[in-house]
C-alpha cells in the first residue's frame, strides 16, 4: 500500500487531526485510555519513529492493514533533521491521522513522551536543541497566521491517542511503564479512563509516568501485569540497539527509527515470550518501501 495523501493546506490539516482525533476517542474497542483488539488477526508493532517516513510506509506496506491487519506506532515526532532550522515533523501526524481516517479501527498511534512535551509545551531535546521549540517554528515555517490554530488541532490528536494496547493473548503495548521507586504514586487506574490534565503533569501525573520512566524492573512490573491481566509488555522509549532487546522477564523494547529498527508482529492469540519475540523482531530495512511513497 502507499501512505495516504495528506493536505498542505491549515483549514484541510486541522479538520484532518480533529476528525482523526473523533475516531480514535469513539473507536468501539477503546475502553478509557487503552485499546483492546478481539479476533485472530496480527498486529504489528513498532518502536519509536521519531519522523522517520520511509519506515512509517514500509510498516503501513507490512501492516496489511487492506486485510483486517493492525499496526501500533509511536513516538511520531522530533526528528533528527531540520529544514532551515525547523522541525517539519507535524508531516508525520498528518500522515497518522491519515492513516486513521483511512482504517479507523486499525491504527493505532501509542502516546509518547515527545508527544507529551509537545503538547505541555516542555522542552525536551534529542542533543539538537530544544525539540518543542524547534516543532512550533515548523508550524510557522508551514501556515504561517494559521500555525497556532494548528498547533490547537495538533493538541487535540495528541491527547486522543490512546495509553496502551492489549492484544487477546495478554500483549500490552505502551510507550513506557512507571518507574519503579515511584510505582506507590502510580494509578494502575488510569488505563481505564481518558487522561485528566493532572495524569498529564510531570512528574508524577499517572499518563506522564507511563511515558516517560525508565527504570522499571520485574517487580513493578509484575504488580502491573496483574493489575492489567496481561502476561507481558512491549514497549519503546529506550534505545535498543539492534532495534530489538530483552528487558528483564516482562519486557520487550522496540526501535523503529534507526537503520537498524525493527518491527515485531505478532498474532492476536501469541502469548508473550521475551526471547521469542526478540528473534522474531524483522529488520525494516529489509521491508521494502512502497512504490509511490517517496
Known amino acids: 500500500m502507499t501512505l495516504p495523501e495528506t493536505p498542505c493546506g491549515a483549514e484541510q490539516s486541522i479538520a484532518l487531526l480533529q476528525e482523526a482525533a473523533r475516531l480514535l476517542l469513539q473507536s468501539p474497542r477503546r475502553h478509557g485510555a487503552m485499546v483492546h483488539l478481539v479476533g485472530e488477526g496480527v498486529v504489528t508493532i513498532a518502536g519509536d519513529l521519531h519522523d522517520n ?34 522541525d517539519l515533523s507535524h508531516r508525520m501526524l498528518l500522515r497518522i ?112 509516568m507511563l511515558t516517560w520512566g525508565r527504570r522499571y524492573d520485574d517487580a513493578s512490573l509484575a504488580v502491573l501485569a496483574g493489575a492489567w491481566n496481561v502476561k507481558g509488555f512491549v514497549l519503546g522509549h529506550m534505545h535498543a540497539e539492534m532495534g530489538a532487546e530483552v528487558r528483564g522477564e516482562r519486557a520487550v523494547i522496540l526501535n523503529s527509527d534507526h537503520e537498524r529498527g525493527v518491527l515485531l508482529k505478532l498474532g492476536m492469540q ?25
Open 270 to 294: 501469541d502469548t508473550f515470550n521475551t526471547q521469542t519475540f526478540v528473534d522474531a523482531a524483522i529488520p525494516l530495512q529489509m521491508v521494502p518501501v512502497p512504490d509511490g511513497v517517496l
Open 97 to 208: 491521522a491519515a492513516l486513521v481516517m483511512a482504517h479507523p479501527q486499525s491504527v493505532h498511534p501509542l502516546l509518547g513522551n515527545h508527544e507529551l512535551a509537545q503538547y505541555l509545551k516542555r522542552g525536551v531535546s534529542k542533543g539538537g536543541g530544544n525539540s518543542v521549540e524547534q516543532f512550533e517554528d515548523g508550524l510557522d515555517f508551514a501556515f504561517g497566521g494559521d500555525a497556532e490554530a494548528v498547533s490547537e488541532a495538533i493538541d487535540t490528536f495528541i491527547l486522543a491517542m490512546p495509553l496502551a494496547v492489549r492484544t487477546p493473548g495478554g500483549v500490552l503495548c505502551a510507550h513506557s511503564m512507571p518507574d519503579a521507586a515511584h510505582m506507590h504514586r502510580f494509578d494502575v487506574a488510569v488505563l481505564d479512563r481518558n487522561p485528566t490534565a493532572d495524569d498529564l503533569k510531570g512528574p508524577f501525573g499517572s499518563a506522564y
Open 53 to 86: 517516513l520511509p519506515n512509517l510506509a514500509r510498516l503501513a506496506g507490512a501492516a496489511g492493514l487492506e486485510d483486517g491487519g493492525h499496526l501500533v506506532v509511536q513516538e511520531l515526532i522530533h526528528g533528527p533533521s531540520l529544514h532551515h532550522g525547523c
